[in-house]
């Protein structure tokens, strides 16, 4: 199962971020945990790919 949208993030170091955002939903076998995995993007030359990139430094 999967979703896919645009979210906005509050970040203490580089403040609001409007972020693409896929999530994928991997059930899980009898008896153990299921696992939820989101991804989050910036369109390249983006002031939140910029944003993202400083938080990588």
């Known amino acids: 199962m999967c979703a896919a949208g645009r979210k906005r993030v509050r970040h203490p170091a580089v403040g609001v971020l409007e972020l693409d955002?896929?999530?994928?939903?991997v059930p899980a076998a009898p008896g153990e945990s299921g696992l939820v995995l989101?991804?989050?993007?910036?369109?390249?030359?983006?002031?939140?790919?910029a944003a993202l990139s400083k938080l990588l430094a």
């Open 21 to 25: 955002f896929e999530t994928l939903h």
């Open 38 to 49: 989101h991804v989050f993007s910036a369109a390249e030359g983006s002031p939140e790919a």
